[in-house]
């Protein structure tokens, strides 16, 4: 059985910082890539980051580029994202994924994730 949990979600304000954390839980798990997604009211969940869990290589969306940064623990059953920076249109609700693909360097899809946490809210206000 496959869990992702999130937290560290909250509301802040713009220039102010949070870190989130997904736990990884599954006997057999072993994702070759983890990303976090995002969703505000009204839109599509778009790509955040992800990490090749192996060789540690990252992806970011132009838009969180340079002020959030992807990393995971030594044993590789932690995801994290730092963002730094934040500005009101990053409010949204942020998952974490997983999938047993290899991560692509220039995007992430939303259905290339198999395995999705319940979400956490980030809200920055102005």
């Known amino acids: 059985q496959v869990q992702l949990v999130e937290s560290g979600g909250g509301s802040v304000e713009a220039g102010g910082s949070l870190r989130l954390s997904c736990a990884v839980s599954?006997?057999?798990?072993?994702?070759?890539?983890m990303g976090w997604f995002r969703q505000a009211p009204g839109k599509e969940r778009e790509g955040v980051a992800t990490?090749?869990?192996?060789?540690?290589?990252?992806y970011y969306a132009d838009s969180v580029k340079g002020r959030f940064t992807i990393s995971q623990n030594n044993a590789k059953n932690t995801v994290y994202l730092q963002m730094n920076s934040l500005k009101p249109e990053d409010t949204a609700m942020y998952y974490c994924?997983?999938?047993?693909?290899?991560?692509?360097?220039?995007?992430?899809?939303?259905?290339?994730?198999?395995?999705w946490g319940q979400g956490t809210q980030v809200t920055v206000s102005s």
């Open positions: 994924a997983a999938t047993s693909w290899y991560c692509t360097d220039d995007y992430a899809r939303v259905v290339d994730f198999g395995y």
């Open positions: 599954g006997y057999i798990y072993s994702p070759k890539c």
């Open positions: 990490i090749e869990t192996a060789a540690g290589g990252t």
